[in-house]
């Protein structure tokens, strides 16, 4: 999220792709690889790995 010149926080969003059900959702300050591993890996462990379809 951009707040005038400065971003100030992100937002993820996990998305079950075929009903559109919002799975988690997190706020954070930083936007790197740890932070995303960190919220997939949640997603994973509370409903399990999922196989993604590229249309």
Known sequence: MKVGSKYI????IAIEPESHQIL????TQERNMFVA????????????????RIY
Not at 37 to 52: A, I, P, Q, T
């Open 37 to 52: 591993e960190r919220f997939l890996s949640g997603v994973v462990r509370d409903y399990g790995k999922h196989v993604s």
């Open 9 to 12: 926080c992100y937002l993820w």
């Open 24 to 27: 988690a959702q997190n706020i």
